[in-house]
């Protein structure tokens, strides 16, 4: 990206382009704001976070969805509550309107039994690597944040991984109540339209205020 969003203002501290398929990883100190821009449009950015002092004091998407009226769909005024009930970040604006966390996130295991093929990288794979970056592993891992994934939900209970409903250059941002752990995967899946087929890049910008 050339030049900052003319809404961003602050002292920057990263502005990175996430390639397609990549993985990505920052603590975001406690008042920072972090913008997660879908460059091209349908595409899901799936997220976690931890309390950057306390990895064990992990994202709890369940909590989250208990406590936040905004419900299964994570959109503006949703706090992401961790499993000791830290709040981590909220969502102070968002173009796109819909996020998920109730879909999970994809995996090599995943796409050999839903869709039979081999060796396929998912975001659980990239968050792995990310996360082995401090030391952190399997056991550290939660259910995740799809940002820009729709996930409908049916009256009788059928979820479904729908095509995306992002434009591009539709962005969220996000306040870091608490200093933590952000970690991205680009998701890489092509075997259902959550990324309409094409994984492209996104943009990940952050800024002290
Ligand atoms: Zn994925």
């Known amino acids: 990206m050339t030049a900052l969003p003319p809404d961003i203002h602050g002292t920057i501290v990263e502005d990175t382009t996430i390639a397609a398929r990549a993985g990505w990883s920052r603590v975001i100190k406690k008042g920072e704001m972090m913008r997660i821009i879908d460059l091209h449009g349908k595409q899901a950015v799936d997220f976690l976070c931890w309390n950057a002092h306390d990895h064990e004091d ?57 869709y039979d093929v081999d060796n396929q990288t998912g975001c659980r794979e990239n968050f792995l690597a990310e996360m082995a970056k401090v030391g952190m592993g399997k056991r550290d891992m939660a259910a995740n944040i799809n940002f820009f994934m729709y996930v409908p939900v049916s009256a009788d209970g059928q979820m479904d991984m729908g095509p995306s409903i992002s434009k591009p250059g539709d962005y969220v941002d996000l306040r870091a109540d608490s200093d933590v752990l952000a970690v991205i995967s680009n998701c890489p899946q092509i075997n259902n339209p959550v990324n309409d087929y094409n994984p492209t890049p996104v943009q990940v910008t952050a800024w002290q205020p």
């Open 58 to 114: 992990r994202y709890a998407a369940a909590d989250t969805m208990k406590i936040n009226e905004t419900g299964i769909f994570l959109t503006t005024g949703t706090t992401f509550y961790s499993v000791g009930l830290t709040p981590l970040m909220t969502i102070t604006a968002d173009t796109c309107g819909s996020h998920d966390t109730i879909g999970g996130c994809c995996s090599a295991e995943l796409n050999k039994f839903r």
